[in-house]
Every structure is written in structure tokens, then in C-alpha cells.
């Protein structure tokens, strides 16, 4: 079920009023309920994927928490007895058993997404090793085909069963409860990464009927489908055409194919995003927020804090800082040190976590290599801009450029475009061809094209055009209004009319300007299929 | 509180009017172009006092003209025809026109047997969009729709043509409440003359079995028509192109045989009827024209009222003025469609083509 | 150090050790790859489009592309035929070459191929099949079909459709079909 499908809005409304209707301790029995429905439209023999996850997750909690126990409580009975040398390999002896069990839950859930979304392209891999080789017997492909959400759930599982073991919070005793934190619907297409700690606040309290959580809500869920079907969808026409036809769409086309990708990926997630955290405020459950005017960032490392921030986190929590800190780390880095002094001793940890983060980035939004060249080489800019930080900084005390406008403008754009480039091995999906288009943005030379009736080949008109350009320029002054706090709670406080007339407008422009229905192709969220 | 409450509700009821506005300027208006798009709701506003209903796809709605029924026989008819309506649509739009009134006689053309699927959207529009809300037209959407179809946009069609906001014209405006009328009691008239040069050999086929999907519903028309002591008349009209086979034609006697109904195949009478292929079709063979209608009309009154004994009514007082009526304005277009095709060498403004000379052979 | 052992193990069952750049795995990510277009006569790719092809005396008639330049290549046809379409603007038409038919439909003021049809033996598919070959051979030629029903053997390569009519083990006709939704 599509966010943007008639059937969806369907269920929403039908879930919005039963659960106002009912109980309020079964509200969050229903939202599970709501969950495996929506999840089961995608093929209910998923369900059985994301039960083995719920239910494994659940159980190593439960081990977890019993070995905690028994530690805190022999700890506690014995308090006089022991040493402090006991007491640490006490301590020590127990984590490992619990550390026992972690792992066991972490290469099953971790293994069924390996082998799930990663089998094929290793089997490939394998098959081109072979190929080189002269081998013939290539190994059959499986085919699987990914069950929704998968790397949003397995990593929500992951986290949450990591922070038990880390003890930031005891286990969750209700399996229901954990079976709806883990497929709660709203988030399982594409994100939020949500912690447990914090979304168990609000999912599994009693809610009543709020007029203004539910009228922000809705007003969210209706510009989340502005973005989506009235600029994303139509834009992805010309970015198709664009993309899938490497041989004719060259030089400045890759500049356009490039520009409008950004603004349609951004359209597209943040969209989805706001419908995903509507739907849950109507449901009086608060998500984490996934983006923060990532275009306005003036660095990478800074768009990365603000773009899928809930990943960002996830993948810092969970692999950079373990990796970093980790003792085989802090033994690797002392022994740099010594051999080859504290400039590199320094660096080594953080190289090798980071790297290893951005290869892991990259091969989560997809398993192929275009995406791991894609993860490397954000890596790679951000490795480099770090490593030139001294040089910024001395730039900037000679020039004091820094807070004029035009210069933060400058690193905006630069920021942008620096993201667009990359993006790029995310459209053609092959590396080669991307490094030739690049190429072509400089030898083409089909600059005047453009604006001799090239735009006008890209499958879009002018009106589209100019629905196009008036839905970017609402969005950016949306974000820039949201600089300064709420759009809601500021068009909140205007008279009805002006209220009414906005929410009226932004309804009939989905409606009338949506590129929905017969003559559009149904797309789906960019990010659905992880 | 109240006041709230008030303001919402206003602001709705506001909402939904536009809506609705929006919604009847959007559909399209098939006055100027595809003018077939026009005959299913130009019912709604006829007398509903028939004795023979048409149902079928244009082989019914080019090729019956009531108004010759009517004058030679005294028999009053509407063709409940729409382009490429299929044999679940025939059947549902009998069913609704049942609810209207009751005919003695229900006339099917039965090409539509050869589809035993839905076939293209922008047909299945033409037969759905202006139909009235009832069951039968919900069971016929379902039936009706292809798979990535939303059954919703049909109900609320400002869904599907939501698109057409940079495609408006002025006739959208014109038309937007109301149309003029289109057809002659479902007829469409066309004087144009486009002789049959070639009759296309039809491919051959692996199955000239029909599918199980259309014997279901002519079963059920056949059942709909006895339940409601209805004769049920199944034709085949004489239209040279699509291909009719000779395996096909067998099945529908067949059919007819074991049913015991009426069925004739006017394709092979086309020359006892008196059509002359080479002025009576607009089109090369596909559709009749405004002459070979009115023969194959004139054909099928004696039929109607000498086997089926459907009544002649001229004698009576209301209905003669109203079909007098009709007949004036079927004779006023008449001579219009030939002012038209003197002074432009097509029929301009009756959704005909330019006739493009150099394509003829 | 077992911790980064563990991620470290993970992470190579994640990815597979392959190093060469074999990368058209296509759509996992789910985005414009997936999508499907509706645009199928994308004709500046005719020439090398995968799909059925006819060909008669070195004029190629692939599916779903343009049609004129075809037509003008295979000549003047015996007969032709304009079928317009109930409706809508715009003829289907059919060209009658004696052994073989070519039909196209309207898009957007373009004609369309649409179908060929092999009327008797002297012409044959690229791959040498003719009316009057055997269900062997067929199969020989193109392998198992995708359906064989009522003798209506089909095949599909990109958005081509090969048929063929086989009774008794003969082949009885042959047609290539563009794969368009309501032709």
C-alpha cells in the first residue's frame, strides 16, 4: 500500500476514527493490528520475516535483562564479600554470556537482511570472478525479493536490543508491545530510524481526541502529499528520461538531470516523511524528525546531520563510535602512534570507523556497487574537508568572509551541488556510465540546447514547468519561515479565513496539480524498498 | 464553540461545492470531439417510454436509426449504445434502463462476445463516467476496470481528469451544466460517404472459442430479459470490419438455437437490405451512415413489427408530438451535416477527420 | 576487539567479496528504475531495441517504433486498409504486402507499428521459422513457450510479442505483435 494511494487514505481514515471510538487501552492493540494489515498488503508471507525479528528480538531482551538481573542481585548479596577484583571479572563473566546472546540475535536478524538484500549481488559478484576466470558454471541468482521495510525494522531491532545489552534501558516485557514498536506502520516504508526509549513515551499511551495534534497532523500529511505528488512525481518524469537514456542526454542534460533529482529526492522523502509523522500525530504518537533543511547546510558533515538524520545517528551510535572505541582500535592507534607518530596514531581510529560507516551507508541504500562508490565518496569528501579544516580556517581569519551572506550562499551552493555530484551514482547506477557522464558535463558543450527546446523533450511541459518552479518556491519559503519556529503554530494564530483558504488551497493543488492517476505513472517512495 | 463548529461546517460545505465545480468543468464535454462520449447520459433526459431497447457498442449506434423506426413503423426505440461497450456493460446498462422502464424488445449486438476482458480505460470512461450512481453502475465499474485503475476515480472523476487543467477550452466553460444534444434516442448521424475499397481478412485465431466471461453475461442478459417477459433479439449489424468469423457466428446460433431466441446476422443480409457498400458507410465498412442506417432501420422495423409485433404508435396523440419533435430535429441536422460537408469537404464540426486525400487508394 | 570482530564479520556477510564492477543490479533501491513508462515508442533506440523483429528484404520492421520510414522502405503495398478507431482519432491501419501484413496504430499524430502478420510460407521469422515449419523446430528456434494454450504459442522479448498458431504440430500462423495496453 502506496502513502499515496487512494487505498491508503482509505485506511487511514478508517483507522483515525475507530481509534478514537474505542478504548483507550486498546488504542495501541489497534495501531498493531493497523501495522500487520498495512504490512500484510505487501504480501502477507513478510509478515513471517518480520515476526521472526520481533519475536527473536524479544526473547534475547528477555535473556538479557534475566542475566542483568542475576548480576545486579548477586552483586547487591554479596556486596560485602567480594573484592573489587571480583566484583569486575564477576561483571566481566556476565557480559560476556550476555554478549553471547547479542550476537546470536544480531547474526540471525542482521543474516536474514544479509542474505535477503545482499545474496544476489555477492552471488554477482561471484559469478563475475568466475567469469573472469573462465569459469562457466555461474551460480544461480535467488531472486529474493525484499519484504517492505526491512532494513528500517531490522535496524530499529537492532538498535533497541543493543541498548538493552548497554543497559539505557530495561527490555520491553510486553512481546505486543515490542511487535509494535518494531512494525509500527507509518515508519516502516522509510523511516524514521525511531529509538524505543523514545518512542514508547507516546506509542503506548491511552490518547484522546486533540484538535490540534490532529489538525497539525492533517495539515502535515497534506503538504507531505503537496511535495510528493505535485512536484515529486512530476518531476521524476524528466529525471527519468534523462536518466534512462545515458546515450542521448548528455553534457548539460546530466547538470539538469542532476539539478532536478535533488529537488525530486527531496520532494519525494521529505514528503513521505511528513506524511509518516502526521499520520503519527493524528495518532497522538511523536516521531523523531528525519531532516532539517538539509539544502541549507554549508558542509557535508553538516547536510549529514540534517538529512535522514534518524540513519546518520544510527549508523554513529551503532558502527562509527563502537568501531572507534573499541580496545583492538585503541591498541591499533597506540601502536601507530609509536611507530609512525601522533598525527597519524590520532587519525587511524577515526579513518578506519569512518570508512567503514560510509561503506556500510552506502551499501544499505542498496546492493550494488554504485552505491558503495556512492558511501565512499561522501567518505572521501568529508575525510578530505577535515584534513583541510587548518586551511578553511586560515582562509577565513585572512578574509572574515564568513558571516556575510554571500558567502554562506556560497557554501550553500557548493554544498549542494558537491551532494548533487555524488547523488549522481544513485541515478545512472553504474559506475562507469556515471564517470562518463561526468565527462560529458565538460566535453558536450550543448549549453544552448537547453533553452532551445530541450527542456521541452524531458516528457514535461511548460506548464509543468511552472507548477514545478511555484512548488519549489513555496517549499524554500516554507523552510526559511520554519527557521524561526512552527509554520503551523504561526498560520495557527492568522483568522480563519486565512487559515482556511491555505489549507483549501494546498488541498486543491494536490488534487488538481497532483501528478497522480491515469497518465502518471504510479511511483513509489524513493526509499520503500530498503 | 458553536461558532466553531459553524465555520467548519461552512468551510466544508464550501469545499465540496467547488469540488464539485471543479469536477463538472474538468470532465470533458464531447461536444466538439469523441461526441460518442455523449450518448450514455443523453437518456437520462429522454421520455423513457420505449418498446425496443438497443444495447451494444457503435454497430448499434451508428448503424439503428430510431427516427426511421419510428416514422415507418410507428416504434418507439433508444439505443443504449456506447463505443466498444462491452457485454458486462451491456448487461448493467440494461439492468439500470430496466428501473426506467420496460421495453417489449431488447435488441444486442453481439461482437462485443469477442471481448472476454476489459480492454482500454479510455472506453470503459466513455460508458462509466456519465452513467448515474446505483448499484449497477458500481457492479459494472468493478467488472469494468483494469488492473491499475482506482475505482474511486470513477466515482469522484475529478480524480481521473484532474490533469486536464492546462487543456481547458471554452467549450469546458460552455458546457459545463449544459450540453446540446448529440444524438437522435442514441443515434449518431453521419451523411459522410467513405466507400468499403478492402475488407480486411481477419487474423487468424488459435481459439475461436468466446470466452467463459461473456457467455456468463449473455447468460445473464438472456435470464434479465425472461424474468421481465422481454424478447431478447441478438444481431449481428453490417459493419464489414472488425472481422466477424464464421466460427464466431456459428457459436451465437448455437446460442440463439438453445436458448430460443432470435439472432440475425444482418452482415449477410447486407445486400437483401439494400446496403450499398459503396455509399452507405462513412468509414470504409466500419459504421453506416446517416443513408445505410435508415435501410437497415427500414429492414429491421418490418421485423420488429411483424414478428415480434411491436406496436405502432403513431396513432397515439402524446407520443407522436414527441417524436415529431425528434424527427425535426433529426432532419435539421440532417441538412446541416450536408451544408457542412458542401462547404467544408468534411463534417466539421460533428467530430469528423479532415479526409485526407492522399491516403485513399 | 571480539565486538569489532563481530561488526567486521557482519559486514563482509553483508557485502560479499567480489571486486570486480559488474553493477546492474538494477532497482534495490527501489526508485525511478522500478517505475514503469508508458512511452514505448522511444524511437531513437529503434534500431538496436531489443525485441521480435521482421525482416523482408533487408528492411527490418522491429514493434513499437515509428512506422513511415518503414513503410516507405517495403514499397507500395498491394492493398491498405484504415480502420479508424471507434471514437477516438486516429486510424489503425493495415498494409497487405501479398505474404505478409503490416499494421500500425495512431500516437500522438504518429503512426505506430503495431503487428505483422505472415499470410503463407514464402516469408519466415528472422530465426527461420515459416508457415508450415514444425513444433520442433519452433521450439528449437525459440525455446519453451511462455504459454501454449489452445495451440497459441507465445513468446515476449522486450516489448515484442512473437505468435504462432500451432495445430497438429504445424506451425499455422505467424504474427508479431507490439505489447501496448488495449491493442
Redesign the interface.
Given at each position: 500500500m502506496l502513502f499515496t494511494?487512494?487505498q491508503f487514505i482509505l485506511f487511514l481514515t478508517v483507522l483515525f476514527v475507530v481509534y478514537y471510538l474505542i478504548p483507550k487501552k486498546f488504542q495501541w492493540m489497534l495501531l498493531l493490528l493497523a501495522s500487520y494489515i498495512f504490512y500484510s498488503f505487501a504480501g502477507s508471507k513478510y509478515l513471517f520475516y518480520i515476526l521472526i525479528t520481533t519475536v527473536s528480538t524479544y526473547f534475547t531482551g528477555r535473556m538479557l535483562n534475566q542475566i542483568q538481573s542475576i548480576s545486579a542481585a548477586y552483586l547487591k548479596e554479596n556486596k560485602e564479600t567480594l573484592t573489587r577484583e571480583d566484583r569486575k571479572a564477576y561483571k566481566a563473566g556476565m557480559k560476556k554470556k550476555q554478549?553471547r546472546w547479542l550476537?546470536i540475535c544480531?547474526?540471525l536478524n542482521?543474516?536474514i537482511?544479509?542474505v535477503i538484500?545482499?545474496?544476489?549481488?555477492?552471488?554477482?559478484?561471484?559469478n563475475?570472478?568466475l567469469d573472469?576466470l573462465k569459469v562457466n558454471n555461474n551460480l544461480p541468482l535467488m531472486g529474493f525479493v525484499?519484504p517492505l521495510g526491512i532494513s528500517f525494522y531490522t535496524f530499529m531491532s537492532v538498535g533497541y536490543i543493543i541498548d538493552v545489552y548497554r543497559e539505557k534501558y530495561s527490555y520491553e516485557k510486553n512481546i505486543a508491545k515490542l511487535a509494535l514498536f518494531i512494525s509500527f506502520f507509518p515508519q516502516v516504508i522509510q523511516g524514521p530510524i525511531s529509538r524505543f526509549d523514545e518512542l514508547k513515551e507516546t506509542l503506548f499511551a491511552e490518547h484522546s481526541f486533540n484538535t490540534t495534534n490532529i489538525s497539525f497532523g492533517l495539515q502535515r500529511i497534506l503538504f507531505g502529499f503537496f511535495k510528493k505528488v505535485v512536484i515529486a512525481d512530476r518531476l521524476?518524469v524528466a529525471?527519468?528520461t534523462i536518466?534512462?537514456?545515458p546515450?542521448?542526454y548528455q553534457g548539460v542534460y546530466v547538470l539538469v538531470g542532476m539539478f532536478f533529482y535533488a529537488i525530486e529526492l527531496y520532494a519525494d522523502f521529505t514528503g513521505g516523511i511528513d506524511i509518516t509523522i502526521g499520520v503519527a500525530q493524528v495518532l497522538g504518537v511523536k516521531l523523531p524528525e528525519n531532516f532539517e533543511r538539509p539544502y541549507f547546510s554549508k558542509s557535508i558533515v553538516e547536510y549529514w546531520r540534517r538529512w535522514h538524520i534518524t540513519m546518520g545517528t544510527w549508523f554513529k551510535d551503532y558502527?562509527f563510535f563502537?568501531?572507534s572505541v573499541?580496545?583492538?582500535?585503541l591498541?591499533l592507534s597506540k601502536s601507530c602512534r609509536a611507530r609512525f607518530g601522533d598525527a597519524i596514531g590520532k587519525r587511524v581510529p577515526v579513518y578506519i570507523a569512518t570508512i567503514?560507516t560510509w561503506?556500510?551507508t552506502g551499501?544499505w541504500?542498496?546492493?550494488?556497487?554504485?552505491?558503495?562508490v556512492w558511501g565512499l565518496g561522501n567518505c572521501l569528501v568529508i575525510l578530505v574537508s577535515q584534513e583541510c579544516m587548518p586551511l578553511y580556517d586560515k582562509f577565513h581569519n585572512r578574509f572574515h568572509v564568513q558571516h556575510t551572506l554571500w558567502y554562506r550562499l556560497f557554501q550553500v551552493m557548493r554544498t549542494f551541488w558537491l551532494m548533487s555530484f555524488l547523488r549522481t551514482f544513485?541515478?545512472y547506477?553504474?559506475?562507469?556510465t556515471t564517470f562518463k557522464m561526468y565527462g560529458t558535463i565538460i566535453t558536450k558543450g550543448n549549453y544552448q540546447e537547453l533553452f532551445q527546446g530541450g527542456l521541452m523533450q524531458l516528457?514535461l511541459?511548460l506548464?509543468d514547468y511552472i507548477v514545478v518552479i511555484f512548488g519549489v518556491v513555496l517549499l524554500l519559503m516554507v523552510s526559511l519561515l520554519q527557521r524561526n519556529g512552527s509554520v503551523r503554530e504561526k498560520l495557527a494564530a492568522k483568522p480563519?479565513i486565512i487559515r482556511?483558504a491555505t489549507y483549501?488551497a494546498i488541498?486543491?493543488a494536490i488534487?488538481?496539480?497532483?501528478?497522480?492517476?491515469?497518465?502518471?505513472?504510479?511511483?513509489?517512495?524513493?526509499?520503500?524498498?530498503? | 464553540m458553536k461558532k466553531k463548529i459553524l465555520?467548519n461546517i461552512a468551510?466544508v460545505c464550501f469545499?465540496v461545492l467547488?469540488?464539485f465545480l471543479?469536477q463538472e468543468l474538468f470532465m470533458p464535454k464531447y461536444v466538439s470531439e469523441i461526441r460518442e462520449g455523449s450518448l450514455i447520459e443523453e437518456y437520462y433526459d429522454d421520455e423513457k417510454d420505449n418498446d425496443v431497447i438497443f444495447i451494444g457498442d457503435c454497430e448499434v449506434y451508428e448503424n439503428f436509426s430510431p427516427i426511421t423506426l419510428w416514422e415507418k413503423y410507428g416504434i418507439t426505440s433508444f439505443i443504449r449504445g456506447s463505443a466498444q461497450q462491452l457485454i458486462w456493460q451491456s448487461y448493467y446498462l440494461l439492468e439500470e434502463t430496466l428501473k426506467y422502464e420496460k421495453p417489449e424488445v431488447v435488441v444486442f449486438n453481439v461482437l462485443s462476445m469477442k471481448y472476454d476482458v476489459p480492454q482500454k480505460?479510455a472506453y470503459n470512461r466513455l460508458t462509466l463516467d456519465k452513467m448515474k450512481l446505483s448499484m449497477s453502475k458500481i457492479n459494472d465499474i468493478t467488472a469494468s476496470m483494469m488492473e491499475?485503475?482506482?475505482?474511486?476515480?470513477y466515482i469522484f472523476p475529478?480524480?481521473?481528469y484532474?490533469?486536464r487543467?492546462?487543456e481547458l477550452t471554452w467549450d469546458d466553460f460552455k458546457y459545463m451544466f449544459h450540453k446540446p444534444k448529440i444524438s437522435h434516442n442514441g443515434f449518431l448521424m453521419r451523411v459522410d460517404v467513405k466507400p468499403v475499397t478492402v475488407i480486411p481478412e481477419g487474423r487468424k485465431l488459435a481459439d475461436y472459442q468466446f470466452g467463459q466471461n461473456s457467455y456468463d453475461y449473455l447468460d445473464k442478459m438472456t435470464k434479465l430479459c425472461k424474468e421481465n417477459d422481454i424478447e431478447l433479439i441478438l444481431i449481428k449489424a453490417p459493419s464489414t470490419y472488425p472481422y466477424w468469423y464464421d466460427e464466431w457466428d456459428a457459436q451465437m446460433v448455437q446460442y440463439a438455437e438453445e436458448n430460443n431466441l432470435a439472432y440475425y446476422n444482418f452482415l449477410e443480409m447486407s445486400s437483401e437490405i439494400g446496403i450499398d457498400f459503396n455509399t452507405d458507410t462513412y468509414d470504409a465498412g466500419l459504421h453506416l451512415n446517416l443513408s445505410g442506417a435508415e435501410k437497415m432501420s427500414n429492414y429491421f422495423g418490418k421485423i420488429l413489427s411483424e414478428e415480434f409485433k411491436v406496436p405502432d404508435r403513431r396513432n397515439e396523440l402524446d407520443t407522436s408530438m414527441v417524436w415529431e419533435k425528434k424527427a425535426d430535429y433529426y432532419y435539421t441536422m440532417k441538412e446541416d451535416q450536408l451544408r457542412e460537408l458542401a462547404e467544408y469537404g468534411y463534417l466539421k464540426s460533428y467530430g469528423a477527420l479532415v479526409q485526407n486525400n492522399d491516403t485513399e487508394d | 576487539?571480539?565486538?569489532?570482530?563481530?561488526?567486521?564479520a557482519?559486514?563482509l556477510?553483508?557485502?560479499?567479496?567480489?571486486?570486480?564492477?559488474?553493477?546492474?543490479?538494477?532497482?534495490?533501491?527501489?526508485?525511478?528504475?522500478?517505475?514503469?513508462?508508458?512511452?514505448n515508442q522511444?524511437d531513437?533506440?529503434d534500431a538496436d531495441k531489443e525485441g521480435y523483429k521482421f525482416t523482408i528484404n533487408d528492411v527490418t520492421v522491429p514493434m513499437n517504433v515509428k512506422a513511415d520510414s518503414i513503410l516507405e522502405a517495403l514499397g507500395e503495398p498491394l492493398e491498405s486498409f484504415e480502420a479508424p478507431s471507434c471514437a477516438f482519432q486516429g486510424m489503425d491501419k493495415i498494409y497487405n504486402y501479398g505474404s505478409y501484413e503490416v499494421n500500425t496504430y495512431p500516437n500522438e499524430g504518429t503512426d505506430i507499428i503495431s503487428a505483422v502478420d505472415l499470410k503463407d510460407d514464402t516469408v519466415a521469422t528472422e530465426e527461420g521459422i515459416y508457415i508450415g515449419s514444425t513444433l520442433a523446430e519452433v521450439i528449437e528456434a525459440y525455446g519453451e513457450a511462455e504459454s501454449s494454450e489452445n495451440g497459441l504459442y507465445t513468446y515476449t522479448l522486450g516489448d515484442s510479442k512473437l505468435t504462432l498458431i500451432i495445430k497438429n504440430d504445424v506451425v499455422e500462423a505467424i504474427t508479431y505483435l507490439a505489447v501496448v495496453e488495449g491493442l
Open positions: 494511494s487512494f554478549r550476537t544480531l547474526l542482521l543474516g537482511l544479509g538484500k545482499y545474496l544476489d549481488f555477492t552471488i554477482g559478484n561471484i563475475s570472478v573472469l525484499l521524476l529525471v527519468n536518466v534512462r537514456d546515450s542521448e558502527i563502537p568501531i573499541s580496545k583492538s582500535m591498541n567503514v561503506f556500510a551499501i541504500h542498496g546492493a550494488a556497487w554504485n552505491f558503495v544513485d541515478c547506477r553504474n559506475v562507469p516528457g511541459t506548464s480563519y482556511y483549501f488541498l486543491l488534487l488538481i496539480l497532483g501528478a497522480y492517476g491515469v497518465g502518471y505513472n504510479a511511483s513509489q517512495f524513493i526509499y520503500s524498498q530498503f | 465555520i468551510a469545499a467547488i469540488l471543479l480505460e491499475d485503475e482506482s475505482f474511486i476515480s475529478l480524480l481521473r484532474h490533469s487543467w492546462s | 576487539m571480539k565486538r569489532f570482530v563481530v561488526i567486521i557482519v559486514m556477510l553483508l557485502v560479499g567479496c567480489g571486486n570486480t564492477d559488474k553493477d546492474d543490479q538494477g532497482d534495490n533501491a527501489g526508485n525511478n528504475n522500478s517505475q514503469e513508462s508508458n512511452d522511444d531513437s533506440a
